[in-house]
T-cell receptor, first 114, second 118 residues
Framework: AQSVTQLGSHVSVSEGALVLLRCNYS??????LFWYVQYPNQGLQLLLK??????LVKGINGFEAEFKKSETSFHLTKPSAHMSDAAEYFC????????????FGAGTTVTVRA | KAGVTQTPRYLIKTRGQQVTLSCSPI?????VSWYQQTPGQGLQFLFE???????NKGNFPGRFSGRQFSNSRSEMNVSTLELGDSALYLC?????????????????FGAGSRLTVL
């Protein structure tokens, strides 16, 4: 079964600083990989996804993530944090052979200091 | 185009009651999945429907059930509510791909129905 580990349940950054959220998965076959964001009292919004091809994936709101097979990682970054980036972020995986279920990490809450 | 619509957004029930939550998927999306989100357990898969059939089910007791209608709208029902059922219930819709086809089946989530059980 797939598992997803997000290192750090809370991350605090200064406005304008780098945002780095870590995600590692456990699977012998690289799955599909996703990052979702959740704002208070809202559902999940897709930031970006990796399916195949280029390992550096660009998403919405200036976020990007890099798939590293050797490290089984899919870390999310944003060069310069904005106050509006304060939210909870979830890494998720989906098996390539079982295209129905997302397995989520525990989430990382990002706070942005002025 | 309209997103995934979930109703009601908020509701309060007491233990032992039952609840029905509704989900209208994006037009053209035929697969609907449900997830439960709690502070303790995080996001957990409940079930997935396609063409009015439950294709997959997560590890939840039989008190949790669902169905899908011919227009792809879906409902989920929780009977004999327990305090631990308090959660945000999220619905997601997608255009399912044939199994084995390349590319990921991307889920679009609704805003959720927040259930409080007293």
């Amino acid at each position: 079964a797939q598992s997803v580990t997000q290192l750090g349940s809370h991350v605090s950054v200064s406005e304008g600083a780098l945002v780095l959220l870590r995600c590692n998965y456990s699977s012998s076959v690289p799955p599909y990989l996703f990052w979702y964001v959740q704002y208070p009292n809202q559902g999940l919004q897709l930031l970006l996804k990796y399916t195949t091809g280029a390992t550096l994936v660009k998403g919405i709101n200036g976020f990007e993530a890099e798939f590293k097979k050797s490290e089984t990682s899919f870390h999310l970054t944003k060069p310069s944090a904005h106050m509006s980036d304060a939210a909870e972020y979830f890494c998720a995986v989906r098996e390539r052979s079982n295209d129905y279920k997302l397995s989520f990490g525990a989430g990382t809450t990002v706070t942005v200091r002025a | 185009k309209a997103g995934v619509t979930q109703t009601p957004r908020y509701l309060i029930k007491t233990r032992g009651q039952q609840v029905t939550l509704s989900c209208s998927p994006i037009s053209g999306h035929r697969s609907v999945s449900w997830y439960q989100q709690t502070p303790g357990q995080g996001l957990q898969f409940l079930f997935e429907y396609f063409s009015e059939t439950q294709r997959n089910k997560g590890n939840f007791p039989g008190r949790f059930s669902g169905r899908q209608f011919s227009n792809s709208r879906s409902e989920m029902n929780v009977s004999t509510l327990e305090l631990g059922d308090s959660a945000l219930y999220l619905c997601a819709s997608s255009i399912p791909r044939d199994r084995g086809a390349s590319g990921a089946n991307v889920l679009t989530f609704g805003a959720g129905s927040r259930l409080t059980v007293l």
